[in-house]
Nanobody, 125 residues
Framework: QVLLVELGGGLVQAGGSLRLSCAAS????????MGWFRQAPGKEREFVAV???????YYADSVKGRFTISRDNAKNTVYLQMNSLKPEDTAVYYC???????????????????WGQGTQLTVSS
């Protein structure tokens, strides 16, 4: 069992920045592929970014150039730095872990084994 706890959501004005973090349990975090997803009201959950165990990254087109995913294996934590935020970024953000065999191709929800509880981001216009 892997526990994921997201922190860092909140209310920010359009154009602002925020960093989300996701702390994971487990002694083999460095082997996990970690993803960020989001779900806006009335919409399906969508992929945001992934960082593979190898360090490779991949982003949804909607956030490319504005968001950066990173990881600190010593802290068992993955981050999502979000800049130039837009009202359409408003959503509940979830981190997810794929514990074996992951890559930057893992952009579907079903690819992941464990999920955090989510953290709300609201971007005001």
């Amino acid at each position: 069992q892997v526990l994921l706890v997201e922190l860092g959501g909140g209310l920010v004005q359009a154009g602002g920045s925020l960093r989300l973090s996701c702390a994971a349990s487990g002694r083999t975090f460095s082997t996990y592929t970690m993803g960020w997803f989001r779900q806006a009201p009335g919409k399906e959950r969508e992929f945001v970014a992934v960082i593979a165990w190898s360090g490779g990254t991949y982003y949804a087109d909607s956030v490319k150039g504005r968001f950066t995913i990173s990881r600190d294996n010593a802290k068992n934590t993955v981050y999502l730095q979000m800049n130039s935020l837009k009202p359409e970024d408003t959503a509940v953000y979830y981190c997810a872990a794929k514990i074996r065999g992951g890559s930057t191709r893992n952009i579907m929800s079903d690819d992941y084994d464990y999920w955090g509880q989510g953290t709300q981001l609201t971007v005001s216009s």
